[in-house]
């Protein structure tokens, strides 16, 4: 995407990315660190690294928070949404897509019941303006959609994080991963929920805006905690086995397609009730022509996005939707949309890198094990 | 041995005679990022000044590293190979990327003296 420089929005805490170091790079309409400086501790490796092994900070303020409010707001967002949202625990958050009528995603989102009648979504920045406009668009007059511009979102991952946020309000020791609560940081309460985008144990921390320096510095101040750019979350989530929307997953590419299928309960598969339903249904019973699988190229050499993948006897496989380097595994790793009938373990698929055929294996996801703080264990 | 020499690449060389040793520069290498795999040429191979020798992939991306000068490949740094991320740490020593018989040590005298390169940076970046 090119944009001007001059055109790029910056978030609340650009004057704390410069003072360490940040590399910026335009990112979804937005000026936004990609990694620190090597000198002091940054670089993609060095923050993938700490983020695996202690905590880091990532100003993700450039995602929407999106606020749905209203009576019934549940029920009316299970008609864009198709999770179980009517009978969603209080504070209990969800991962849900919007789909569109041939159940494609328009985005895929993070949906927490903050109130009886009050859900936030936090949805990807580059989708903002669509999801906004289809929100609007499909929901009942009577229920009003409230981008919330007053609040900065960070999110604090890493195994350390969990001691290092208890340490300054002890009330996040209740949270288990995908439940929400509120903390008192730096003297302000703060929403926050137990998830995030990298596999770890985590926060994500929505701060009002006038506050969020304040309370970046007091996690800071603590020596587990270094900041993270968006480089690093790129190889945390793809190792991982997250999708990120607008290469892996989009309009084209339908949950089933995404392998997400786990996302939508049972009732909800039962009802067909939602915008998108029908196809997704369909797929679910037939099965997809098409697969999102993890792929473990042999060798060094990333295999990146868009390249083209071809079967045992040179046929058409599918594409890479994404592909780089684990800093945990130190090999590359991609994820591939692949056809069905090849999406399956140990399967060796051949990538075509500048004239070299790279043998690729099919692999479980994710590649490196998720850590997060679950209630049954 | 000469002192280094620089392209407008950000890659540079060093000449005795007509043996030449090339690699990035550092300030490539901290633009580039966390580097993971280089891609060299196969000793032997005739490389024409300007053509696409090398790949060096970052965590990031792909990027060509265009011939310094003509000649022939006579030595790849083969521990680049096992650890990449010595291009990091020491882009203008140990983390050469091939040597070359030149065929146009001419070639070599345009090119930009540690001066006039380190001006050409502080340019790019003002």
Known sequence: MAEAESDLKQTVLADRHAAAGARFVPFAGYRMPIQYDPKRGGGIVEEHRWTRTQASLFDVSHMGIVDIVGADAGQALERLLPAALADQPLGSQRYSFLLNQTGGIIDDLMVTRLEDNLWRLVINAANRAADLAWLTRNLDPGVAVEPRDDLSLVALQGPAAGAVLAGIDPAVDALYFMQAGTATLAGTACALTRSGYTGEDGFELALPVDRAGAIADLLLADERVRWAGLGARDTLRLEAGLCLHGHDIGPEVTPVEAALTWAIPKRRRAGQDFIGAQPVYRQIQDGAAIRLVGLRPEGRAPVREETDLFDAAGADAGTVTSGSFSPMLEAPIALALVKADLAKPDMVLTARVRGRDIPCRVAPLPFVPHRYRRRTT | ?126
């Open chain 2, 1 to 126: 041995m000469t002192a280094l020499r620089f392209t407008e690449d950000h890659e540079w060389i060093s000449v005795d005679g007509t043996a030449a040793t090339v690699g990035i520069t550092d300030y490539a290498q901290d633009k580039l990022g966390d580097i993971v795999f280089v891609e060299l040429p196969e000793v032997g191979r005739v490389v024409a000044k300007g053509e696409a020798v090398c790949v060096v992939e970052s965590v990031k991306a792909a990027s060509d590293v265009y011939a310094v000068a003509s000649g022939t490949v006579t030595e790849i740094n083969g521990a680049l190979e096992g650890e990449p991320a010595l291009v990091n740490s020491a882009a203008e020593t140990d983390g050469w990327f091939y040597k070359l018989e030149l065929s146009n040590p001419d070639e070599v005298a345009a090119l930009m003296d540690e001066d006039a390169y380190q001006a050409f940076v502080d340019g790019a970046e003002a």
